[in-house]
């Protein structure tokens, strides 16, 4: 396809992928002659995946610059997955205690769950159990057991749901998009549960 229907196609102007193929966020098409290039499906799911990450995720172009590459780098869809993930967390200003991380470590360890000893999850977990220390309001190893046990077939329904993706950057894209628009879904189920704990039984 050339460029007005790619756009046509993927909801950006021509102007817009002009500028995210200057800027590496989208890889070249198939030059044609000096003027003009041929792309196809590949761009189309790029963008897709760009819009994700930007109007979903709110991530900075050059943040979205990185994550697009380190999925077109990787060499398998966990790890397309985890280079979406990774960049979906938040950053860790004051760095968690040693004690909040052996916790962390520990939990893993318990549930046998694999996670990359860089994953930036694990420090971001960390400095949450330390901020929840801090005001008073510790979270013991039975409750984070409990959450670890709840959301263990959760994440193996979603996973396998993007699995079926046989496009890394397709599943990189549901990924995200996934993560983000459920976190509502999860926390508002989480708070009904919680009204419901502690309404009156009835008789």
Do not use: C
């Not at 994953?119 to 013991?140: F, I, K, M, W």
């Not at 409750?143 to 890394?168: I, N």
Request: hydrophobic fraction near 45%; charge should be negative; avoid cysteine.
């Amino acid at each position: 396809m050339r460029l007005a229907e790619l756009a046509a196609r993927s909801g950006f102007s021509n102007a817009t992928i002009k500028y995210y193929l200057r800027a590496g966020l989208l890889h070249p098409g198939e030059a044609q002659s000096t003027t003009w290039a041929e792309y196809d499906d590949s761009h189309v799911r790029r963008l897709r995946l760009v819009r994700a990450l930007t109007e979903v995720a709110g991530m900075s172009l050059e943040t979205v610059r990185q994550v697009v590459l380190a999925v077109e780098e990787a060499g398998s869809e966990h790890e397309a997955r985890g280079a979406a993930q990774w960049a979906l967390s938040r950053e860790v200003t004051d760095e968690p205690t040693a004690s909040s991380l052996v916790r962390v470590d520990g939990l893993l360890a318990r549930h046998g769950w694999t996670v990359h000893a860089d994953s930036p999850h694990r420090r971001v977990l960390a400095a949450a159990l330390d901020t929840v220390e801090q005001l008073g309001l510790p979270a013991t190893d039975e409750l984070l057991d409990s959450y670890a046990q709840a959301l263990r077939p959760v994440a193996e329904l979603e996973v396998s749901r993007v699995a079926e993706a046989e496009d890394t950057t397709v599943a990189a894209e549901r990924l995200v998009v996934g993560t983000l628009l459920y976190e509502p879904v999860l926390t508002t189920l989480r708070r009904m549960a919680h009204e419901a704990a502690s309404a009156p039984v009835r008789e």
